[in-house]
Structures are given as C-alpha cells and as structure tokens.
C-alpha cells in the first residue's frame, strides 16, 4: 500500500521566524495522524501547507502520487471539495452562520453537481442523525447550536461527500470537557465507518492518544518524534517530548 | 444635433474603449469585462452603464426606443430618448417593431425580438454573487473556476424556507453552460426570453464599471434544481385594457378602498392589443 498523503522538504519561513524548517510527514488510507506541539510550533502552519492553502518555499506535497499544486488552482479546489475535507478550530469559520444547517450540509454536495433538492435535503437529514443531531432541526441557523453541535455540523458538513483525507485544526478546541469526549467518540467511530485518514492538529495529548495511531511531534517547525500513538506516550525518547508527556495533568 | 457635443455625448476615443470592452464581452458570453466608465449627465441608478454602451453603438441611422419597466413614457424613459435626440440627432420610436437599439431598465419586450436589434439593459448590480460572497476577489475566482455551489445554496434556502424559489427577478442564469450571470433585475417571467434570443444583449454597469454581454442565439438557462424546475412567474389576471392574459402584469392600486387592476408593463405591447381589437 502506498502513502495517501506524502510530503517531502516542507520549508518556509515568515521573516526570520521558521515555521516549518525540512518536515517531511506521510499518511495512509484510514490511518489517523496527530500533529502535536506547543504553540508556534508550527503546527497549524503545516496543516495549512498540507492542503494546498499556503505554499511552501521548498518541498513537494502528493496526492495520490500526483503533486497538489501540478494542476493550478482549479485542480485543487476540486480536490478541496471531493477527496479532501477541512475541519476548522472555530466552527463560525467552517460554517456559513447566515445558512440554516441542511444548506452548510447541502452546500458542498452542489457544489460537486448535486441537482435534486430531495435528494440533497435526505442526504443532510441523515448526516445530522450521523452527528448527534435532531434532524428536525435541519431548517435552524448554525448560530442557535451550541459550541459542541456546531462543531458537529461543521463535521457533517465535511463529510458529506465522503472525503479520503479529513484535515482538523485543533477540533475540540474550545468546547467544555464532556463535549470533547463526545466529540472524540463520534469522530473516532466516523473515521472507523468510513475508513477516513486523518490528520489532527492538537496540544490535547489525551486527545491524541484516543484517536490517533500515530504521532508526529513538532518544536520550531522541525519534526522531533515521530512514532505509534502509544510508543511515543509511554517512551518519549526526545526531551522535548519528555517533557510534553510529562507535562500532561491527570484528572 | 446640440452644438458643442460629439456625435452621442462621448468624446471618440471613451467610446472605442467602450465598443473594445463589448467585443471581448460577447467573446466571452457572460463575463464581466471592466470599462472606464464615465460620468455621464444623469445619476447612478439611472441608467448610466445603459446609457454608455447605448452611446457606443449608436449611428445616425439607427432607431432608438428606451423602456423603463416596460414603460416608453415614463421619466427615466423619456429623458434618455430626448437625450440621444438632442446629442445623436437619431430617430426614436415607442413601437419594439421599428427599433434597431432598444436600451431597457428591468424588462425584455413582449414582442420577439429580431437579428438586426439590440438590447441594452441598465445593470445596477453586475455581480450576481454579491449578495453572497462580499468579496469581490473572491467572486472573480468562483467565476474563473466555474465554483457555483454557493448560488444553489442560495436557491436551497429559498426552498427550505418558502417551499419553492423566491427570487421573483434578479434570477440567476448560467450563460452557455460555463458564467453564472445576473440577468439585471428583469422578472423571471423574461428569463426564458433571453434563451437563444436572435438579438445580441448587452450589459451595462456604470457604477460598478462593468460590461457583459450575450451575442444571439446563445443558450441562457434559469438555475433550478431537478425537483423544483424554473417557473416564470406571472399574476393570473388578464390585462385590464387589453385584455392580454399572457403579457407580464403591473398591480396598481386605483384608490384607498382596496381597488386595483392590473395592466400589460409593456405599454408598447399594450397598445398594439388594443389597436388590434379595435
């Protein structure tokens, strides 16, 4: 099996700070990857650069064994909205706030040439029962949802057209602790139905341990570590990485 | 012809940058080409993209009718017609038979148009996203990708809210299967008009600077969904004088008891019927 997502030589710097000095990160199908760092790391800026909304100074990033920015922009776009989602941090940055919660869902189904207003209002029906939410409420505007249930839309928003690659910007940023939890049971069992590959962004550590397989760790814009969800907890074997997993407070 | 006014108010060279932006405006059916445009001697709002196109193509030999919702005698109508009289000395008519240039402000004519016309319709608003994405830089990109997910957003909504399509004018329409183009706010009763109209049809916006256009017979088609087709909306009336019951009708309200009747907008059509029946 090859990689779904390969980069190489990731560089690139704003002025004299670097954010992502030489990474190099890979993901397979179905495979779920933590990215997690302090902030600044660099971290946010690497997924921006993994799908195709920043350009790196050096480095390539494929596809499919196809480079992401070969095509131009148009290619991109198409891939930003079929095989690839994006899950933002704040959820008023995902979702259109002024659309009632079957539209955000629908939108991204029109856009890839949905035409059947049936079909699409079954479709966001469904996705909202997927995420936890009553469908009945497919008509109400995104900012009568609380935090949790936003972010959940934004999800189902995502998902809908059934992506290979889910992007997540620190996903359970922001949300009370219950919420997260359930957040992160919901994602881990949608990632599993669906054979999602995943890159999450976090400084959540627990949160990297119950989903991911695999972590990578960030400081400075350089990958320290990188290894199994479990190997990298249990034996962090760079400092900075020590002290991560030392720093993480038990309940 | 006014002394001391080029031919058609323009100075030569605004109306050869002009006449460059409508050719690369029917090169690319339905795209928005910018123009310079100049500061005419009427407000924005009234017509002063309309008015600007209308100026660069026309020829002492041409006919110049003007409507305004229809209408050939009202104010916007009327001061436009004198205006072309005073500065291009051209001949104008009321009759849609007899017109080589017809400028319009949110109508089409009832009575089909031919190859040797032109349309020009006022445009106040060239981009029909705006209402949707507030950036412009944005838009010109969903434009250039063809990325028009968002305008069936818009339609969705309408139908979750109100069981079907409540855009009534302003109705979106994809231009030879690649621009989403605003058709200027004619009614959706016209849309179907514009569909492979043997006569060209060009845009003008003269506060937003743009120019479009769509040369004959290019396909024009209304968005809709394949469960909730386009419907041209029309007032399930006959027209009060001339009994037409398949023109577009105004409502006016005739006094403060709840009366009201309804009249052909086309005024020019109107008159015809009624000569007819007479």
Known sequence: ?251 | MEAGYNFAYLDEATKRMIRRAILKAVAIPGHQIPFGAREMPLPYGWGTGGIQVTASIIGPEDTLKVIDQGADDTTNAISIRRFFARVADVATTERTAEATIIQTRHRIPEAPLREDQILVYQVPMPEPLFRLEPRIAETKRMHALADYGLMHTKLYEDIARLGRIGTAYNYPVMVNDRYLMSPSPIPAFDNPKMDRMPALQLFGAGREKRIYAVPPYTPVRSLDFEDHPFRAIRAPHACTLCGSAASYLDEVVTNDQGGRVYVCSDTDFCRAEQEKAA
């Open chain 1, 1 to 251: 099996m090859s990689a779904l997502l390969k980069a190489e030589g990731l560089s690139l710097r704003f002025g004299r700070v670097s954010a992502l000095d030489d990474v190099a990160i890979a993901i397979w199908p179905g495979e779920v990857l933590a990215v997690v760092g302090e902030s600044g790391s660099g971290k946010s800026t690497l997924l921006r650069v993994l799908s195709g909304q920043q350009l790196p100074e050096v480095g390539t990033i494929r596809f499919d064994g196809a480079d992401i920015h070969a095509e131009g922009e148009a290619a991109l776009r198409r891939l930003l909205r079929t095989d690839w989602g994006f899950v933002h941090q704040n959820p008023r940055d995902g979702l259109r706030m002024a659309i009632s919660a079957g539209g955000n869902i629908g939108e991204r189904l029109m856009s890839n040439g949905a035409r059947h207003y049936g079909d699409i209002r079954a479709q966001a029906k469904d996705w909202l029962a997927r995420v936890e939410i009553d469908p009945a409420r497919i008509d109400e505007l995104p900012r009568n949802f609380s935090g949790g249930m936003q972010q959940r839309l934004q999800i189902a928003r995502t998902l809908v057209t059934r992506p290979r690659l889910v992007f997540m910007d620190e996903p359970t940023g922001g949300l009370d602790v219950s919420v997260q939890a359930k957040l992160l049971d919901m994602l881990r069992a949608l990632a599993r139905d669906l054979g999602l590959a995943i890159i999450i962004v976090t400084h959540d550590i627990a949160a990297a341990r119950l989903l991911a397989h695999r972590i990578v760790v960030m400081r400075h814009g350089q990958v320290v570590e990188e290894g199994l969800t479990d190997r990298v907890l249990d034996d962090p074997q760079h400092p900075y990485t020590q002290l991560l997993v030392s720093s993480v407070l038990a309940a």
